[in-house]
């Protein structure tokens, strides 16, 4: 198994220009979660989905962010225009739903400068 | 409205002592219990969860927690540390309605100096 996997591990971006991020969650988990990591705010849920279906997307900071799930093994994380407070390291989770922890992925570290 | 609180921030401890790092919530509803460790650069880590039965639950690596529902409590414990366990923890909790959702402590970081 090889875990949820994330891609980039690193992204730096200047303001303004598109993000994706990227996820792969572990085969035959049926939810999937994006969460955000800063110093000042902690970990912070953006959005939630089940069976590929977004059930809760109150986390997103703005309309500047934007998640899809086009299939059980694919989710992106788009941010479009990034700015510099977008800085942050942004992880993907999946779980089934008679597992209640999480299995996170290595996050990946946005920069916008 | 549901919150998971750890009063400290940073706890600094030396190798072979006992630690325990404090984890309270508040939640309307029953709620399931969970720790995580983040070593540095790399994503998080379940180290130990409560979902029901003996209120004390232990990790492959020394640690323990246990859950009291009186004090609305989840502190972790270890009662030897080693360098290696110098990491960010994080207390969790899991709603048990429909909200699905996993609610994340500020963390504490653990910090063992020889």
């Known amino acids: 198994d090889a875990g949820v996997i994330q891609s980039p591990r690193h992204e730096v971006t200047e303001m303004g220009q598109e993000v994706t991020l990227r996820c792969k969650p572990i085969?035959?988990?049926?939810?999937l979660f994006w969460y955000r990591q800063t110093m000042m705010r902690g970990l912070e849920l953006l959005i939630y989905?089940?069976?590929?279906?977004?059930?809760?997307d109150s986390g997103m900071p703005e309309d500047r962010f934007s998640a899809k799930m086009p299939n059980a093994s694919f989710s992106t994380l788009k941010i479009q225009p990034s700015e510099p407070r977008d800085s942050a390291v942004y992880f993907c989770?999946?779980?089934?739903?008679?597992?209640?922890?999480?299995?996170f992925g290595s996050g990946t570290r946005l920069t916008v400068v | 409205a549901q919150s998971v609180t750890q009063l400290d921030s940073q706890v600094p401890v030396f190798e072979e002592a006992p630690v325990e790092l404090r984890c309270n919530y508040s939640?309307?509803?029953?709620?399931?219990l969970f720790w995580y460790v983040q070593y540095p650069n790399q994503g998080l880590q379940l180290l130990l969860k409560?979902?029901?039965?003996?209120?004390l639950v232990e990790s492959i690596n020394g640690f323990e927690a246990e859950f009291n529902k009186s004090q609305t409590s989840f502190h972790l414990r270890k009662p030897s540390v080693h360098i290696s366990d110098t990491a960010e923890y994080f207390c969790?909790?899991?709603?048990?309605?429909?909200?699905?959702?996993?609610?994340f402590g500020s963390g504490t970081r653990l910090l063992v100096r020889p």
């Open positions: 085969s035959g988990h049926n939810s």
């Open positions: 939640s309307s509803v029953s709620v399931y």
């Open positions: 989770a999946s779980s089934t739903d008679s597992d209640y922890g999480y299995t």
């Open positions: 989905f089940n069976n590929n279906v977004p059930i809760d």
């Open positions: 409560y979902l029901s039965g003996s209120t």
């Open positions: 969790a909790v899991f709603r048990m309605d429909s909200s699905y959702k996993l609610i």
